[in-house]
């Protein structure tokens, strides 16, 4: 299976600042995934990042407080913008392997002061 | 819109005991997946279920999809404490020539006592 890395794996930020999460996996991939999964909750899909065109968000979640780049096969980064208390949460990307398998990174722990 | 309904939320059993989690889906999905997570960690893939009447099992587990009922049953078999987390199933509505979009259920929180 894919070996997923993300980084940071945790950080405390101030209010109306921003954090870029980065993830790298071992291996090419079409399709990349970021989620986000608040405290005591399930995760909710934020985004699809496919190299090579922009990615598709869901519904509740914008461009301009979420931005993602996918500058290759193996990487990708989620931004996220003018932090508030409300966007602590823990941040997931996931990959899909073999046309089924979908494989979760460590996550980052996001809290905002 | 696709909803996951996971039953139940909450989950206290004594080990050696069964019990099974249900995970019901509100719309039409070939792909159902299984996952475990510890307390502060990520996601760690159990099953991956992608046909009507699949079963699969892995040591004290056991996962089954029917498809037309649109339900899947994760069976716990005499319970230990290390199957103590939180278990959630997902549901890929995706389809057609793409997938990977998952929908998630709101997770069942096992403790397993002795």
């Known amino acids: 299976s894919a070996v997923i890395s993300q980084k940071p794996s945790r950080d405390i930020c101030q209010r109306g600042t921003s954090l870029t999460i980065q993830c790298q996996v071992d291996s090419q991939v079409t399709m990349m995934f970021w989620y986000r999964q608040q405290p005591g909750q399930s995760l909710t899909l934020i985004a699809t990042a496919n190299q090579g065109s922009e990615a598709t968000y869901e519904s509740g979640f914008v461009i301009d407080k979420f931005p993602i780049s996918r500058p290759n096969l193996t990487f990708s980064t989620l931004t996220v913008s003018n932090l508030s208390p409300e966007d602590s949460s823990i941040y997931l990307c996931?990959?899909?392997?073999?046309?089924?398998?979908?494989?979760f990174g460590p996550g980052t722990r996001l809290t905002v002061l | 819109e696709l909803k996951v309904e996971q039953n139940p939320l909450f989950l206290s059993m004594q080990e050696g005991k069964n019990y099974t989690i249900y995970c019901n889906y509100s719309?039409?999905?070939?792909?159902l997946y299984w996952y475990r997570q510890d307390p502060g960690k990520s996601l760690e893939s159990l099953f991956v279920l992608l046909s009507n009447g699949a079963v699969k099992q892995e040591g004290r587990l056991m996962a089954s999809l029917d498809t037309k009922a649109r339900l899947s049953t994760l069976h716990i078999t005499a319970a230990v404490h290390d199957l103590s987390a939180t278990y959630f199933c997902a549901v890929d509505s995706t389809g057609g020539t793409s997938y990977g979009k998952l929908t998630f259920g709101q997770g069942t929180i096992l403790t397993v006592h002795p």
């Open positions: 719309t039409t999905s070939d792909r």
């Open positions: 996931s990959v899909e392997e073999a046309g089924w398998e979908q494989f």
